[in-house]
Every structure is written in structure tokens, then in C-alpha cells.
């Protein structure tokens, strides 16, 4: 018999642990006694779950696998002591070892009660659904005046004690097979047959089917169609397989698609209710038990990439240009990171191309007036470049050419002038002159490497990304994000590259102060190492990592524990710390870019009405306008933060017809679901987003004033379109969402990490967000994959060329050695 | 009166917070209402200093300079959460400052019940002697469904939720002062 003993408190030397030493001692030739200290678990909290820590799965496989557990308690204030029911809660909050599990309780206390308050408190603990426990009736074995019950050898003094305990002890062991036949319950008996439910999937409603025999699940059949592909897959190919495998409902959501995840679950657990069964019973099952072998899984290359993005997977694909065995890593289940996420357009200045474009109205002014800066604002090492821009632009506004004007030089200019900024504190920032240089010396030839993978532009049209100041935008002809990375994978899957998914780095190994490789862990636990003498890191920034956020802001007044953020969550600084640990410097870390307009919830822009920013009528919680609404991103987030964050953009039915993102059928949808607005009148609008609607009624009075006079005294917004007036009036929610996070580990031009001594840490390169300096303050719309693409392939030369030479040297001192 | 009311829960959304931060601005005009978050305190492992880490130490002090102190406890597997007993324990081993002082127990819960397990146990640990505290006696309030108790400014809905807890703060302030006179 194997009986798991908790000692029920975190104080070294107390009567109730030497109780359950002694009985381990005591009874050691009925039953096989091992104690568990809880002694090292944090304090109970739900919103920071740390049930899937080694010690808290570890400590619930075991108790899971024992014929039953005695629990040792103390008493504090009349209760169990807090570290006890701290463990409880644990146990009861996503792990659930203690169901039907029989528990027997003892206590102690130094002074009379022997914990018999405690002890009651706790067999009601032990009942409640979370953990329900069977516990042993009556036997109830409480050690009064404990600091003079035990001898020096830990042994109980008093005979009469002693005994009464083993009648105890023998009786639990009995209530232990009795209880064996008590979890006869958790067998399920099914209807067997074939039950069709709906899951719920990224994009609606997923048909199910679900087919169970008189005690198991036989098999899960999922109708895909209509779903995007893409992390979703993986969601509908492991839940059904894990499901039927372990025979549970207990099962980790798939990362990065939790909400299809749950789709699953209350899908099966939907058919088993039709079947005539308990899903709650399946729900407190274990976990599908994971093969975990002991040995690592080794691997060699000579490069190794550390995320699946655009950046990563372009490093591979140059890499393997090269003739290097490389292999990528990626802890998400499928490749694509933020990259597949991005509308699409990629900056790359191309005046041949441009040319072929008519300018257009306003944009020879705004030439003109970049021209006309005065060299005071411009930092010294940009100068020399500035003034031959404005040699450019001289001539190009002196002849009377009315195409689209661009040169290498504007782009760097732009993105110098943009990335520019100053922290709370005062601290001025602006890009890294290698950097900048780098990029826009090198976007086209990405932009042609791109489409000598299989990557397809658009060439009938140059545009302007939102926030991008020019048109340089080189557009995929379709599929947006996905056409980078699909084109990207399928070329390093045919070089001959390797893809690891759903394997996270733990950390970068060194070796005399050389790369030689990292270490992670796959989806089953497993260690994995992976030797190479250069490592790219690739892993994105930490937009989804709010603490991080917090923790390194300097630039935003406040950003929200609840703040939503545009990209994938896989997006948690790793990298970044990956980096730190060998010794990198960081750069430009307290700035971020956050994105005004977005769904208060998900962080996504596409959802309510969004519309062209001329339309934009933007009120906040008390009903009145706060901005010009035709304010770049920096400006309209800070306002929206100045005024408590959310704030709604309202709309009349003219309006609705401007937007460019939905369907009256999304847009049914969403009223119904309450997360977009609709009312006949103003006022009802205002009741239903709590606004004094007296307030919202003057408000949007005002605006339309203003639209008649195309003149806004308040807040100088000066570009009108519509009015407000056309019932049925619309609010959406909004509030700024987490977008970009401009700082990262520090690099050169050639993509190499450096120390905080300016030294290359050898082997080891990073590009992308995960890298900083580039993009400085804030980074231009379009610029993020004109970075990715150019500093991926760069990371991959320099590594290339490095890893060569190192073997060159290898060879060389081998030579001299015989 | 003076309260200081307690947050038994470290969650980052909790009903019994959005409870105490109604109490506190549905009274605010006759009573100061200090509200006190436990999440910070640590894990006590009974120190032989005896002595309160700054965590415990500032909600001591926010007990001793009240009238009255107002706990609002959620109910986690039938009785009061860790985190709460925690801080109790804390203030037993290392403060008096509870000992004579005038508590109203109060609690939300998501189900029906509205904490009445936690309440009761809460009652025992606080009238238990390392503690000593007055405990409101023969009344009880018990906010059931607290989800939907509020609306999206954290203001009770429930007119009869609004008149209990009014006769409840009644009682208790008439309590805080006959135990003055004492």
C-alpha cells in the first residue's frame, strides 16, 4: 500500500510533522509512508496559476497515484494554518489529485484542543467540490500538549496514544478498499451513438461530431471548413487526439489558440451530456499522461534560429542558401509569430518603380516642408546625409516632374525623424545611424530576395502603410501576412531546413565565452538540446508580456494590468532574457508603440466600426470629445490614457457605410454579443455606453458644427467627412492596445549581440524586435518588415561567414597540434 | 465613523474588492472608508522576531487608527481563503491590533451562498483569543451571484442588495459606538 503523508505546515520543527515521521517510521511494515512538504509553495493565487510548475505537477502526480494520503495539521487562530490551505487551494484550482481519493486527518497542538477546530475545518475543506476528497469518518486522532508527546528519538511516549493511533492507522487502511469500490463511479456509461454539437471556432461555429461506445469516447470528427488555417490545426488534429488518448477532458489548451482550444472542449463535453453522462467527471480526471523521456533529445547544426516568424524563418532560408545545416526552433505550435498577423505592405524605397506613380496632391508640400528643417534638428552623424536629401529634393521640386518622388536617402531621413523621441523623464532617443543606414541600403534587395523565394508583390500599386509618412509600401498581391510565411516555410522545409515547433528555449549554452548552442523543452517536457557554434535569435518583442511592459516603460503616464495587445501571444520578451543571461546589453527598452484604435478586449482593430479617421468621432466616458481625431498614434493614445483608457468611436448609419472592415452581418452579430452599440436615438446610445446623454446629445451637436464650418475650434481637427445624424447611431469601444515594443538587445550592423562593454558576444546574433536600436522612439508603419526581412538575412550572412572561419581556425590549430 | 476595510482576496478581479469599493463609495459621505489589499504580505513561517514585515505592519496600522474594521472575505473550498488566514496569522503572532477592535464580516461569492462557510469560520478565527476581536454579532451579510450584483462602474444593482447592506452598516456603527463607551 502506498500512502503519500502532507505535512501540513511550513515550520521546520513542529509536532505535526514528527507525528507523520513517526508514523512513517511506525508503519512501515503495513503500508510505504513518503512525506511531502509543502513548505516551498507560493500563496494561493488565482490570477498568477503556477499549476503547471514542476513542483506543483509533481507533487499532484504523486498524490495521484497513491492508494490514499494522511494530511497533518496544526492549528493557527482555530483554523489549519494558512501554508495547508494555501496548498488546498492549489489542488483544487486546475489540478484536481484529490478527488475520490481517501484522506485520513490527524493533528496536533501544544496546548489542549489538539487541533480539533483545525481538524474540522479541514474535513470540511476536503469535501468541497474542488477537491473532494473521501475522507475517514470518526477516527479523529488529535495530540494535545504536542511539545511533550514525542522522546528524543521522535517516538510517541504514551502507550494508550500510540494505540489508539494504530486502531486509526488500521481503520483508514480498510477505508482505503472501500473506497476503491466508491471509485467505481468515476466509470462512465455512455448511450452509445454519434452526437453532433457545435464548437465554437476563431470565426464562428464549428460542426462536431462526437462518437462514444457504452464506456469510452471512440472518436472526434471536427468540419474545418470555414476556419482559417494556420495555429487553428493544431487545435483540431492533438485536443480530439489527447482527448480519446487519455480518455479526459483535463486537457491543456493548444498555445496561441485557446479560445478554439475551449471551443473543443465544451464541444465534447456538450456530447457527453447528450450521451447521458457527466462531463465534470471527465473534467477532473488526470491529464493525458505525456511520455517523458529521461534522455534528452540531441541535435547539431551549424546554425540555429530561435523563432518562427518572418525573421526567423528568412534567416534560416539564408542560411540554407548557404549550405549550412540549420535548424529552426519555435515554441508556438505552428511557424508564423507576429509576421502573420501584419497587413502587409513592406517599405523599401525603389524610385524606378515609384516613378511610374503620379504624385499626389500634398505630397510635394510635404517635401518640401522635410526640406526646409533646419539642421539644428537634425543629430550630427544624420547631417551629412540630410543635406545631400536636400540636394535631392532641390532638384526634384525645381523641375516641374509630378511623379512619385523616393530615394534611399528620404527613407533614412523618415525613419530617423520618426523614431525620434523623448521619455517621461527627458531622455531623447533616436536611431542608431548603422542601423538605419543598413536598412534602407538593403530593403529592396529584401524585397527581391522575397520574391525570388515565391513571395508575390503587387505591382500596380505603391501605398502607404497607416503611420508609414510615404509611399514606399511594396503590398503581397494577396493573403497579406500569410504569404510570407507560407512562402518562407515551404523554402526552408525544401532546403532541407529542420522546423522544431511547440519547443521552448530555456537557455543559450556558452562555452569559453563562446556560443556552442541552447537548451529547451519540447511540448512533452522533454529536454532538447541543440548543438551549433552560432545561434539567431529571432524571438520577436514582449508586446504581450504586460509586466515586462510595465516594468521597463518610461515613455507612457500609465499602461493597464488589462491592456490588450495587437500581436501573438507568444510575444513575451524570451529573447530578451535569452540575451540578458550571456551578458547583452539592451537599448531603448522604456519605449513602445501602442495602437489607439483597438478592441478593448482582444486588441484587434478589425472588430466594431472602423472607419476612415476623417469619420472618427471619438468621445470618452463622460460622453464628450478629448482629441483631434485626426492625431497621429502617439498622440491619440496618450489622450485616450489621459482619459481612462476606453472611449468610444460613434458613428451614424452614414458613417457605417464608410467602414471597411465588416458586413451587416458582423455587425448584427457583434450588437448582439454587446460588444458594439446600436441604438435608434443619441440619447439611447449614451444610456446604453453610460454617458449622460444630455452630454453626448451636445457633443456630437458640436461636431457637427464644426463639420459645416470645416472648422473645429476645440481641438483643430481639420480633415471633416461626415456628420452625425442618420439613426441608427453606432458606438464602438476602444481603447489603446499594446503594438510594438521598440527596445531590445543591442546590435551592430552586421547583426551581432553586444555586451554591455560594446563587445560581440561570439555566436550569437539577433535581429528583429527582439533587437532594438533600429527603429529608436517609435518605428514608421511598413518599417518592421522591411527590418525583419533585411536584419534576418543579415544575422544569417555575418553567422555564415563567422562559422566558416571558425572552422577554418579549427582546422588550422589541428593541423599545427600533430 | 472611521473603517478600514479589509480585501481578503489577491485576485486581480475579485467581487468581494468591487464589494469593499462600493461600501466605500456608498458611505463616503458620513464614514472614511481606508481600504487595505493583502496581496503583498508574505508567507508567514512564524519568525522568532516576532516582528510584522512592512506589509503586516501598515495594515496593523490601519486597523488601530479605525473605528472599525470591515473584512470582506471570499469563500475558497468551504472556508475562508489562504491568503486571508495568512494575513490573520500574521496579525496574531506579531500584532495586537485586532484584539477589542469592532468587525463586520462581509462577502460575495459567484453561487448562492454568498461565503456563509468562510463567514462562519471567519467568525471562530476572530473571536478565537490570539485574535480577540468583537465580531458584529447576529448579523451576516451574504452577497450571493456577485457577478451579476454589479454593473460595469462596480454600483450594486439590486436595490434590496443596497437597503440590507445600509441596515447592516447601521448596526454595525451603532455597535463600534456602544463598544467606545466600554
Redesign the interface.
Same mark, same amino acid.
Given at each position: 500500500m502506498k500512502i503519500i503523508g502532507v505535512i501540513g505546515t !511550513?515550520?521546520a520543527n513542529s509536532a505535526t510533522r514528527k507525528l507523520l515521521e513517526y508514523m512513517q517510521q511506525h508503519f512501515k511494515q503495513q503500508a510505504e509512508i513518503e512525506l511531502l512538504e509543502i513548505t516551498d509553495y507560493?500563496?494561493? !493565487?488565482?490570477?498568477d496559476d503556477q499549476s503547471e510548475s514542476a513542483l506543483l505537477t509533481g507533487d499532484a502526480k504523486k498524490i495521484e497515484a497513491a492508494d490514499g494520503v494522511i494530511i497533518s495539521t496544526s492549528e493557527? !487562530?482555530?483554523?489549519i494554518? *494558512?501554508?495547508l490551505?494555501?496548498f488546498?487551494?492549489w489542488m *483544487?484550482f486546475k489540478l484536481h489529485p484529490f478527488n475520490n481519493k481517501p484522506v485520513m486527518v490527524v493533528g496536533s497542538s501544544v496546548t489542549k484542543q489538539g487541533s480539533a *477546530?483545525a481538524q474540522l475545518?479541514l474535513r470540511?475543506?476536503l469535501?468541497?467540490p474542488?477537491?473532494g476528497a473521501i475522507v475517514l469518518p470518526g477516527n479523529e486522532f488529535l495530540l494535545s500538549s504536542s511539545a511533550a508527546a514525542f522522546d528524543e528519538n521522535g517516538a510517541l511516549k504514551d502507550q494508550g496514544t500510540i494505540d489508539f493511533l494504530g486502531t486509526c492507522f488500521k481503520n483508514f487502511l480498510q477505508f482505503v478498499k472501500v473506497a476503491d469500490v466508491l471509485n467505481g463511479v468515476d466509470e462512465m456509461n455512455f448511450e452509445p451513438g454519434t452526437y453532433s454539437v457545435m464548437a465554437s471556432g476563431h470565426n464562428g461555429k464549428v460542426p462536431m461530431k462526437v462518437t462514444f461506445s457504452e464506456n469510452r469516447i471512440e472518436n472526434i470528427e471536427i468540419d474545418t471548413e470555414g476556419e482559417t488555417t494556420g495555429i487553428a490545426d493544431t487545435v483540431w488534429e492533438r485536443m480530439p487526439q489527447q482527448i480519446i488518448d487519455g480518455q479526459t477532458l483535463n486537457v491543456d489548451a493548444v498555445s496561441g489558440a485557446s479560445d478554439t482550444s475551449r471551443g473543443v472542449l465544451t464541444g465534447v463535453a456538450e456530447a457527453v451530456s447528450l450521451a447521458g453522462a457527466d462531463p465534470d467527471v471527465l473534467k477532473k480526471r488526470p491529464k493525458p499522461a505525456k511520455n517523458v523521456a529521461d534522455e534528452p533529445v540531441e541535435y547539431e547544426a551549424d546554425v540555429v534560429v530561435v523563432g518562427g516568424g518572418g525573421t526567423g524563418l528568412s534567416a534560416a532560408a539564408t542560411s540554407l542558401q548557404a549550405g549550412k545545416k540549420t535548424i529552426l526552433v519555435e515554441k508556438f505550435p505552428a511557424v508564423g509569430g507576429n509576421t502573420i498577423r501584419t497587413g502587409g505592405p513592406m517599405n523599401a524605397a525603389d524610385p524606378e518603380w515609384q516613378n511610374t506613380f503620379d504624385a499626389l496632391p500634398g505630397e510635394a508640400a510635404t517635401l518640401k516642408s522635410l526640406m526646409e528643417t533646419p539642421d539644428e534638428k537634425i543629430d550630427p552623424e544624420y547631417l551629412e546625409d540630410f543635406h545631400a536629401l536636400q540636394g535631392q529634393l532641390k532638384e526634384y521640386l525645381d523641375s516641374d516632374k509630378h511623379f512619385l518622388f523616393d530615394s534611399k536617402l528620404l527613407h533614412e531621413i523618415q525613419t530617423y525623424l520618426g523614431g525620434k523621441r523623448q521619455d517621461l523623464s527627458g531622455n531623447d532617443i533616436h536611431g542608431d545611424y548603422n542601423l538605419v543606414k543598413t536598412l534602407v541600403d538593403n530593403a529592396l534587395d529584401s524585397v527581391k530576395w522575397l520574391q525570388n523565394i515565391g513571395v508575390r508583390f503587387d505591382p500596380n500599386e505603391v501605398t502607404m502603410p497607416v503611420g508609414a509618412k510615404w509611399r514606399r509600401g511594396h503590398k503581397p498581391l494577396e493573403n497579406q501576412g500569410y504569404e510570407y510565411i507560407s512562402n518562407l516555410q515551404r523554402y526552408v522545409k525544401e532546403e532541407g531546413g529542420q522546423i522544431i515547433t511547440d519547443t521552448r528555449v530555456k537557455k543559450l549554452l556558452q562555452q569559453d565565452g563562446k556560443l556552442v548552442g541552447l537548451e529547451a523543452e519540447n511540448f512533452d517536457g522533454q529536454k532538447v538540446i541543440v548543438h551549433a557554434s552560432s545561434v539567431i535569435l529571432a524571438s520577436g518583442g514582449f508586446a504581450a508580456n504586460t509586466k515586462m511592459v510595465q516594468q521597463y516603460n518610461t515613455y507612457w503616464t500609465k499602461v493597464d494590468?488589462?491592456i490588450a495587445t495587437s500581436n501573438s501571444p507568444a510575444m513575451t520578451g524570451d529573447g530578451i532574457k535569452l540575451g540578458t543571461d550571456v551578458g547583452a546589453d539592451l537599448v531603448g527598452m522604456g519605449f513602445s508603440q501602442m495602437m489607439p484604435v483597438s478592441d478593448p478586449v482582444t486588441g484587434e482593430l478589425f472588430s466594431g466600426l472602423q472607419v476612415p479617421p476623417a469619420n472618427f468621432v471619438m468621445v470618452n466616458n463622460k460622453g464628450d470629445r478629448f482629441v483631434d481625431e485626426y492625431e497621429s498614434r502617439d498622440v491619440l493614445s496618450q489622450a485616450a490614457i489621459d482619459n481612462g483608457g476606453l472611449f468610444y468611436l460613434i458613428a451614424d448609419d452614414n458613417i457605417k457605410a464608410t467602414a471597411y472592415n465588416t458586413s451587416q452581418e458582423k455587425i448584427d452579430e457583434q450588437v448582439a454579443a454587446g460588444t458594439l452599440f446600436r441604438d435608434d436615438t443619441l440619447e439611447g446610445l449614451a444610456a446604453q455606453i453610460?454617458v449622460d446623454p444630455a452630454e453626448l446629445v451636445q457633443t456630437i451637436k458640436n461636431y457637427n458644427s464644426y463639420v459645416d464650418a470645416g472648422k473645429d475650434p476645440e481641438f483643430g481637427k481639420d480633415v471633416f467627412d461626415l456628420k452625425v445624424e442618420k439613426a441608427p447611431f453606432y458606438a464602438t469601444p476602444r481603447k489603446p492596445a499594446l503594438h510594438h515594443t521598440m527596445g531590445g538587445l543591442k546590435i551592430d550592423k552586421q547583426a551581432h549581440v553586444l555586451n554591455e562593454a560594446g563587445e560581440k558576444i561570439t555566436g550569437l546574433y539577433a535581429a528583429g524586435e527582439v533587437a532594438g536600436g533600429l527603429h529608436a522612439g517609435n518605428r514608421l508603419g511598413g518599417n518592421s518588415l522591411a527590418d525583419i526581412f533585411t536584419f534576418g538575412r543579415i544575422a544569417a550572412q555575418t553567422a555564415v561567414t563567422e562559422h566558416e572561419e571558425l572552422a577554418t581556425d579549427a582546422t588550422t590549430s589541428a593541423s599545427h597540434s600533430e | 465613523m472611521n473603517y478600514t476595510g479589509i480585501i481578503g482576496n489577491?485576485?486581480?478581479?475579485s467581487t468581494n474588492r468591487t464589494l469593499l469599493q462600493y461600501i466605500q463609495k456608498h458611505f463616503g459621505g458620513s464614514d472614511q472608508i481606508t481600504l487595505c489589499e493583502i496581496?503583498d504580505v508574505p508567507?508567514?513561517?512564524?519568525p522568532e522576531s516576532h516582528v510584522a514585515p512592512p506589509a503586516v505592519a501598515k495594515i496593523a496600522a490601519a486597523i488601530e487608527q479605525a473605528d472599525g474594521v470591515i473584512i470582506a472575505t471570499p469563500e475558497?473550498? =468551504?472556508?475562508?481563503?489562504?491568503?486571508l488566514?495568512?494575513t490573520?496569522?500574521w496579525l496574531?503572532y506579531t500584532t495586537e491590533a485586532l484584539k477589542d477592535k469592532p468587525v463586520f464580516i462581509v462577502g460575495a461569492s459567484y453561487g448562492a451562498l454568498g461565503t456563509s462557510?468562510a463567514q462562519g =469560520?471567519l467568525r471562530?478565527?476572530l473571536?478565537?483569543p490570539?485574535?480577540g476581536a468583537r465580531v458584529l454579532p447576529g448579523q451576516e451579510y451574504l452577497l450571493g451571484h456577485s457577478l451579476q450584483a454589479f454593473?460595469?462602474?462596480g454600483m450594486m444593482v439590486v436595490a434590496e442588495d443596497i437597503q440590507s447592506l445600509e441596515d447592516h452598516m447601521k448596526y454595525f456603527a451603532e455597535f463600534v459606538k456602544s463598544n467606545q463607551g466600554k
Amino acid at each position: 500500500m502506498k500512502i503519500i503523508g502532507v505535512i501540513g505546515t !511550513n515550520s521546520a520543527n513542529s509536532a505535526t510533522r514528527k507525528l507523520l515521521e513517526y508514523m512513517q517510521q511506525h508503519f512501515k511494515q503495513q503500508a510505504e509512508i513518503e512525506l511531502l512538504e509543502i513548505t516551498d509553495y507560493p500563496l494561493f !493565487n488565482e490570477s498568477d496559476d503556477q499549476s503547471e510548475s514542476a513542483l506543483l505537477t509533481g507533487d499532484a502526480k504523486k498524490i495521484e497515484a497513491a492508494d490514499g494520503v494522511i494530511i497533518s495539521t496544526s492549528e493557527h !487562530n482555530r483554523m489549519i494554518p *494558512s501554508s495547508l490551505k494555501s496548498f488546498l487551494e492549489w489542488m *483544487s484550482f486546475k489540478l484536481h489529485p484529490f478527488n475520490n481519493k481517501p484522506v485520513m486527518v490527524v493533528g496536533s497542538s501544544v496546548t489542549k484542543q489538539g487541533s480539533a *477546530s483545525a481538524q474540522l475545518a479541514l474535513r470540511q475543506t476536503l469535501d468541497a467540490p474542488g477537491l473532494g476528497a473521501i475522507v475517514l469518518p470518526g477516527n479523529e486522532f488529535l495530540l494535545s500538549s504536542s511539545a511533550a508527546a514525542f522522546d528524543e528519538n521522535g517516538a510517541l511516549k504514551d502507550q494508550g496514544t500510540i494505540d489508539f493511533l494504530g486502531t486509526c492507522f488500521k481503520n483508514f487502511l480498510q477505508f482505503v478498499k472501500v473506497a476503491d469500490v466508491l471509485n467505481g463511479v468515476d466509470e462512465m456509461n455512455f448511450e452509445p451513438g454519434t452526437y453532433s454539437v457545435m464548437a465554437s471556432g476563431h470565426n464562428g461555429k464549428v460542426p462536431m461530431k462526437v462518437t462514444f461506445s457504452e464506456n469510452r469516447i471512440e472518436n472526434i470528427e471536427i468540419d474545418t471548413e470555414g476556419e482559417t488555417t494556420g495555429i487553428a490545426d493544431t487545435v483540431w488534429e492533438r485536443m480530439p487526439q489527447q482527448i480519446i488518448d487519455g480518455q479526459t477532458l483535463n486537457v491543456d489548451a493548444v498555445s496561441g489558440a485557446s479560445d478554439t482550444s475551449r471551443g473543443v472542449l465544451t464541444g465534447v463535453a456538450e456530447a457527453v451530456s447528450l450521451a447521458g453522462a457527466d462531463p465534470d467527471v471527465l473534467k477532473k480526471r488526470p491529464k493525458p499522461a505525456k511520455n517523458v523521456a529521461d534522455e534528452p533529445v540531441e541535435y547539431e547544426a551549424d546554425v540555429v534560429v530561435v523563432g518562427g516568424g518572418g525573421t526567423g524563418l528568412s534567416a534560416a532560408a539564408t542560411s540554407l542558401q548557404a549550405g549550412k545545416k540549420t535548424i529552426l526552433v519555435e515554441k508556438f505550435p505552428a511557424v508564423g509569430g507576429n509576421t502573420i498577423r501584419t497587413g502587409g505592405p513592406m517599405n523599401a524605397a525603389d524610385p524606378e518603380w515609384q516613378n511610374t506613380f503620379d504624385a499626389l496632391p500634398g505630397e510635394a508640400a510635404t517635401l518640401k516642408s522635410l526640406m526646409e528643417t533646419p539642421d539644428e534638428k537634425i543629430d550630427p552623424e544624420y547631417l551629412e546625409d540630410f543635406h545631400a536629401l536636400q540636394g535631392q529634393l532641390k532638384e526634384y521640386l525645381d523641375s516641374d516632374k509630378h511623379f512619385l518622388f523616393d530615394s534611399k536617402l528620404l527613407h533614412e531621413i523618415q525613419t530617423y525623424l520618426g523614431g525620434k523621441r523623448q521619455d517621461l523623464s527627458g531622455n531623447d532617443i533616436h536611431g542608431d545611424y548603422n542601423l538605419v543606414k543598413t536598412l534602407v541600403d538593403n530593403a529592396l534587395d529584401s524585397v527581391k530576395w522575397l520574391q525570388n523565394i515565391g513571395v508575390r508583390f503587387d505591382p500596380n500599386e505603391v501605398t502607404m502603410p497607416v503611420g508609414a509618412k510615404w509611399r514606399r509600401g511594396h503590398k503581397p498581391l494577396e493573403n497579406q501576412g500569410y504569404e510570407y510565411i507560407s512562402n518562407l516555410q515551404r523554402y526552408v522545409k525544401e532546403e532541407g531546413g529542420q522546423i522544431i515547433t511547440d519547443t521552448r528555449v530555456k537557455k543559450l549554452l556558452q562555452q569559453d565565452g563562446k556560443l556552442v548552442g541552447l537548451e529547451a523543452e519540447n511540448f512533452d517536457g522533454q529536454k532538447v538540446i541543440v548543438h551549433a557554434s552560432s545561434v539567431i535569435l529571432a524571438s520577436g518583442g514582449f508586446a504581450a508580456n504586460t509586466k515586462m511592459v510595465q516594468q521597463y516603460n518610461t515613455y507612457w503616464t500609465k499602461v493597464d494590468d488589462d491592456i490588450a495587445t495587437s500581436n501573438s501571444p507568444a510575444m513575451t520578451g524570451d529573447g530578451i532574457k535569452l540575451g540578458t543571461d550571456v551578458g547583452a546589453d539592451l537599448v531603448g527598452m522604456g519605449f513602445s508603440q501602442m495602437m489607439p484604435v483597438s478592441d478593448p478586449v482582444t486588441g484587434e482593430l478589425f472588430s466594431g466600426l472602423q472607419v476612415p479617421p476623417a469619420n472618427f468621432v471619438m468621445v470618452n466616458n463622460k460622453g464628450d470629445r478629448f482629441v483631434d481625431e485626426y492625431e497621429s498614434r502617439d498622440v491619440l493614445s496618450q489622450a485616450a490614457i489621459d482619459n481612462g483608457g476606453l472611449f468610444y468611436l460613434i458613428a451614424d448609419d452614414n458613417i457605417k457605410a464608410t467602414a471597411y472592415n465588416t458586413s451587416q452581418e458582423k455587425i448584427d452579430e457583434q450588437v448582439a454579443a454587446g460588444t458594439l452599440f446600436r441604438d435608434d436615438t443619441l440619447e439611447g446610445l449614451a444610456a446604453q455606453i453610460k454617458v449622460d446623454p444630455a452630454e453626448l446629445v451636445q457633443t456630437i451637436k458640436n461636431y457637427n458644427s464644426y463639420v459645416d464650418a470645416g472648422k473645429d475650434p476645440e481641438f483643430g481637427k481639420d480633415v471633416f467627412d461626415l456628420k452625425v445624424e442618420k439613426a441608427p447611431f453606432y458606438a464602438t469601444p476602444r481603447k489603446p492596445a499594446l503594438h510594438h515594443t521598440m527596445g531590445g538587445l543591442k546590435i551592430d550592423k552586421q547583426a551581432h549581440v553586444l555586451n554591455e562593454a560594446g563587445e560581440k558576444i561570439t555566436g550569437l546574433y539577433a535581429a528583429g524586435e527582439v533587437a532594438g536600436g533600429l527603429h529608436a522612439g517609435n518605428r514608421l508603419g511598413g518599417n518592421s518588415l522591411a527590418d525583419i526581412f533585411t536584419f534576418g538575412r543579415i544575422a544569417a550572412q555575418t553567422a555564415v561567414t563567422e562559422h566558416e572561419e571558425l572552422a577554418t581556425d579549427a582546422t588550422t590549430s589541428a593541423s599545427h597540434s600533430e | 465613523m472611521n473603517y478600514t476595510g479589509i480585501i481578503g482576496n489577491n485576485a486581480r478581479n475579485s467581487t468581494n474588492r468591487t464589494l469593499l469599493q462600493y461600501i466605500q463609495k456608498h458611505f463616503g459621505g458620513s464614514d472614511q472608508i481606508t481600504l487595505c489589499e493583502i496581496a503583498d504580505v508574505p508567507v508567514f513561517n512564524k519568525p522568532e522576531s516576532h516582528v510584522a514585515p512592512p506589509a503586516v505592519a501598515k495594515i496593523a496600522a490601519a486597523i488601530e487608527q479605525a473605528d472599525g474594521v470591515i473584512i470582506a472575505t471570499p469563500e475558497y473550498d =468551504h472556508t475562508v481563503p489562504a491568503v486571508l488566514s495568512n494575513t490573520l496569522e500574521w496579525l496574531a503572532y506579531t500584532t495586537e491590533a485586532l484584539k477589542d477592535k469592532p468587525v463586520f464580516i462581509v462577502g460575495a461569492s459567484y453561487g448562492a451562498l454568498g461565503t456563509s462557510r468562510a463567514q462562519g =469560520h471567519l467568525r471562530i478565527m476572530l473571536n478565537g483569543p490570539d485574535l480577540g476581536a468583537r465580531v458584529l454579532p447576529g448579523q451576516e451579510y451574504l452577497l450571493g451571484h456577485s457577478l451579476q450584483a454589479f454593473d460595469e462602474d462596480g454600483m450594486m444593482v439590486v436595490a434590496e442588495d443596497i437597503q440590507s447592506l445600509e441596515d447592516h452598516m447601521k448596526y454595525f456603527a451603532e455597535f463600534v459606538k456602544s463598544n467606545q463607551g466600554k
